[in-house]
């Protein structure tokens, strides 16, 4: 069986060797190539073809963001950004998964992490579950187009007494980023829901990626706090290492919704996870609730959906056409409790649809 070809880009001698060792340690990974910045990226990229590049975004000479914003355009590949835990590495690395990097991994110590080995099972997983997207992405990114902010975001008027039926819980892992950009931004703000979402993502990363999302988005976006009441019209994104519940307050139409958050013991190795959100909904008693479990490894949210099931919830799916990894709508769809299973395109306007039409049992 051919071995997955990586390309390795780092301005630094010592990282690009770490990386490659880490890299090469599986019998099922090979590094074909390694380059020291964006240029050196985009010409080995032409020439060695290369399945998953794995590419740092601070060098000389061009930077990784310039470089993927090329590959993305020309010769899509899978790529996986290298980032530093700062707030500007944050923001840089929202920018890099809108551009169309499909995931990151975080460098434990900065640019150069002689700890690098402490990443190294979370940099083997992500490039064998991105390996097989190449096909995938040059469809993907030649038929959409990146939002772009709006240079002023418009005030954007919550109405704090407004009465909340609906909610919409969104879950998601690699590639959803990119899948949250196309489905957030089209919701209007006159959606009669709330939205909560579930992202996993590290510390750090969650409030760049509401903040950003905000920019584009008619609905208020947002990185969920602790105690905050759930209100229509907002979408509300779970804080990077916290999970995310729901708590109902009152009774009959004086029911209120609000947020908790804890450090409990992560779900499946994961903090935020899905399936603790959705069953923490699926223990209250709400009028109509509206589950979306998009593009990710594994299969977080597959439990949570059987709970919601009971409940009468709606269920959509992602597509596999536009699932950057199609494992957490996978798992979905093999529990038997999807409703509709929804290409990413269309999967805002089937939100609204299900919202005003809910699935009937």
Not at 287 to 295: D, E, F, N, S, Y
Request: proline fraction near 6%; glycine fraction near 6%.
């Amino acid at each position: 069986m051919a071995k997955i070809k990586v390309l390795v880009v780092d301005d630094s001698a010592f990282m690009r060797k770490m990386i490659s060792d880490i890299i090469n340690s599986s019998p099922e990974l090979e590094v074909i190539a390694k380059a020291r910045n964006g240029t050196d990226a985009i010409s080995k990229t032409k020439e060695m073809q290369p399945d998953v590049i794995t590419m740092d975004i601070e060098m000389p000479e061009m930077d990784g963001l310039t470089a993927l914003k090329y590959i993305m355009q020309e010769n899509p590949v899978p790529v996986i950004m290298l980032s530093s835990l700062t707030s500007q590495g944050a923001e840089q690395t929202l920018r890099a998964l809108q551009l169309g990097a499909v995931d990151f991994i975080t460098k434990p110590s900065g640019q150069i992490s002689l700890d690098i080995e402490q990443v190294s099972d979370d940099i083997i997983k992500k490039v064998k579950a991105v390996a097989g997207t190449k096909r995938k992405l040059m469809n993907l990114y030649s038929s959409t187009e990146t939002p772009i902010p709006r240079k002023s975001t418009p005030v954007k008027i919550v109405k704090h007494d407004g009465i909340l039926n609906k909610l919409v819980l969104i879950g998601t892992s690699t590639g959803g980023p990119k899948a949250l950009y196309q489905v957030i931004p089209s919701l209007p703000a006159s959606i009669n829901a709330a939205v909560l979402v579930v992202q996993h993502m590290p510390a750090g990363f969650t409030r760049s990626l509401a903040d950003r999302l905000d920019s584009l988005s008619e609905v208020r976006v947002k990185e969920a706090e602790h105690g905050e009441k759930v209100l229509p019209g907002c979408v509300y994104i779970a804080p990077g290492d916290y999970h995310m519940r729901i708590d109902v307050q009152g009774k009959d139409r004086a029911q209120k919704l609000y947020i908790q958050l804890d450090k409990s013991a992560p779900r499946g190795g994961l903090r935020p996870a899905v399936d603790v959100l959705l069953e923490s909904a699926a223990e209250k008693s709400w009028p109509q609730i509206l589950c979306v479990i998009m593009t990710g490894m594994g299969c977080d949210g597959a439990a949570g959906i059987k709970k919601l099931k009971e409940r009468g919830a709606s269920i959509i799916a992602e597509d596999p056409s536009t699932c950057i990894v199609y494992g957490m709508p996978k798992a979905a769809v093999e529990t038997g409790m999807v409703d509709r299973i929804v290409p990413l395109p269309d999967i805002s306007e089937e939100i609204l649809k299900m919202l005003k039409n809910p699935v009937s049992y």
